[in-house]
């Protein structure tokens, strides 16, 4: 098998094999946190008042703790409309969305220093199989109007980390100000919705056919085997309510 044939494999591990059995790996007992991230791209505090952001851009962070071994991770974020009806179409990322090219994916965030997948020893031709955003799939990935921000994402081996350290996994940059949020026809790119907030929260769950993981995060570690961090509470969901 090639080397990159190797990494592809292990891609696929994370978000299909991963879902097939418990925790059983090398970084056992991890939790994953969910952010707003401040403007030095480091996650705000963990405090009620930074559940919700009014900023753009905003930028979304997703960090693990208790890692000992990291080759690679499955994150799984569904977003919905606070008031219940469909996704706003300002918040429609896909291709061919209406906000299309308005949201940036950087694997492993933008502080080198607490990246997982680049901190010494580093993670090795790191391969994203997932690195975006999908909405009105017709199948079971964004069901009832939801839409979903998926990273699947390993390397060709695993690197020892300090578990006492939390550690970036994704940051998701996503610029509103940069649409006509009110849908002007005259506009240059017209995207009705802005005005609407959102809900933000991990939801592991592909496959749909597996067990539903809820608020967790798979991660890879060099043996590829593969553990599940749970969100505590608190660190559950994020909303933009601008």
Known sequence: ???????????????????????????????????????????????????????????????????????????????????GGALPAAWQFQLGGCAEGFASFDVGGKVATKNAFNVAPSVLGVVPSQNSFNYGTGDCRTPHGVGLFWLSAAGANGGTRNPATEYNLWMITVDLTALDLVGDPTGATPCEGGQRGVCINPNFRIPCNDVQRGAAVAILDGNLDVDYFAFPNGLQFTTWNG
């Open 1 to 83: 098998m090639t080397k990159f044939l190797k990494i592809s494999a292990a891609v696929a591990l994370v978000s299909v094999a991963a879902a097939s059995f418990a925790s059983a790996g090398l970084n056992a007992g991890g939790t994953g946190q969910l952010y707003w991230a401040g403007s030095t791209n480091a996650p705000l505090l963990p405090v009620a008042s930074n559940r919700n952001s009014v900023a753009t851009p905003a930028k979304i962070l997703v960090t693990a703790k208790g890692l000992n071994n990291f080759r690679g991770c499955d994150v799984q974020l569904v977003i919905n409309a606070l008031d």
